[in-house]
């Protein structure tokens, strides 16, 4: 299972969201919806080259005699930034409102400005990134983005009053020109109820196994956490397990699921929301059975 690649410390996120408005203020996308990640772009003085795409034939131009590293990389890499040239390039195979998300983490690394200067000096050196420092400004660069493309608590105010279902993050998510993930993401972390995103990979037949499908990663939200704490679910959802109504048959969407879940030694009676999205995976929302009613908007809430 793939760790969560957006917790950040709260001194950490206030200060990128702090980049982030000025951004959304700079551009003048701040109340603009969907979301003109183009002014954005702009106005950081970058631009997007989408006349190639990250192919084997790209990163061989780029790393020549690379071999392996390169079929590796073609399979991992959905967006580059040129530092020197300020240019960004893109996996043009990928879903245009995945594009939007890696368009802004890209701008990411190069509006944070410890970020951008790390790598300006990277490129005039013989230095690489350490590992443990690649994945803090990959996690940075996630949450500018998302903050970016939601803008900041904007998403979570559009949430407020409306049902508490998978539904709503599905809608925001053309409000405001996000792909599903990315919204239904925004809504665990910002949302004041316990509840937690469960991303699955599509079923596969394994021999001597079965149809299952493999967990890719679960987020809960901080209610969620504070309640419950850190829940183990199926790392792999087979027929015996009690996930399977919702990943095997061939539907779209699927409401209000209702089982009860052992938490710990507490016996909760839950809801699960679930949608099919293809090849990208499944993606379930589990909640209690009995939610708060949502606050009405322009409630300030901490998150």
Not at 171 to 195: H, N
Not at 221 to 248: H, K, M, Q
Request: net charge positive; aromatic share 10%; hydrophobic share 35%.
């Amino acid at each position: 299972m793939r760790p969560d690649d957006c917790r950040l410390d709260e001194g950490m996120l206030g200060e990128i969201q702090e980049h982030v408005a000025r951004a959304l203020k700079d551009s003048g996308a701040e109340g603009i919806l969907p979301t003109p990640v183009d002014r954005i772009v702009a106005a950081a003085k970058l631009s997007v080259d989408t006349s190639v795409s990250l192919d084997e034939g790209f990163f061989t131009k780029l790393y020549k005699g690379a071999g392996a590293t390169i079929r590796r990389a073609v399979s991992k890499v959905l967006g580059l930034l040129d530092v020197k040239a300020r240019r960004i390039y893109l996996d043009q195979t990928v879903h245009k409102k995945r594009q939007a998300f890696v368009t802004l983490h890209e701008t990411g690394h190069h509006t944070l400005p410890w970020q951008r200067d790390t790598y300006a000096f990277l490129e005039d050196s013989e230095e690489s990134l350490d590992l443990d420092l690649k994945d803090k400004f990959e996690r940075e660069a996630n949450v500018f983005a998302s903050e970016v493309l939601f803008q900041g608590d904007r998403f979570r105010q559009e949430a407020l009053g409306r049902p508490f279902s998978i539904k709503t993050p599905m809608d925001l998510s053309k409000m405001f020109g996000g792909s599903l993930y990315a919204a239904l993401r925004k809504y665990v972390s910002t949302t004041e109820q316990p509840c937690a995103l469960l991303v699955y990979e599509p079923p596969l037949q394994i021999v001597g196994q079965g149809l299952g499908a493999a967990l890719r990663r679960a987020i809960p939200s901080t209610a969620f956490v504070e309640r419950y704490g850190d829940i183990e679910w199926p790392r792999r959802c087979t027929n015996s397990t009690f996930l399977s109504s919702l990943l095997f048959p061939k539907w779209k969407l699927k409401e209000s699921v209702k089982c009860a879940v052992t938490f710990g030694e507490e016996v909760t009676p839950c809801r699960f929301d679930a949608f099919n999205n293809g090849k990208y995976g499944y993606y379930v929302l589990a909640f209690p059975e009995y939610v708060r009613p949502p606050r009405r908007r322009g409630t300030q809430v901490t998150v």
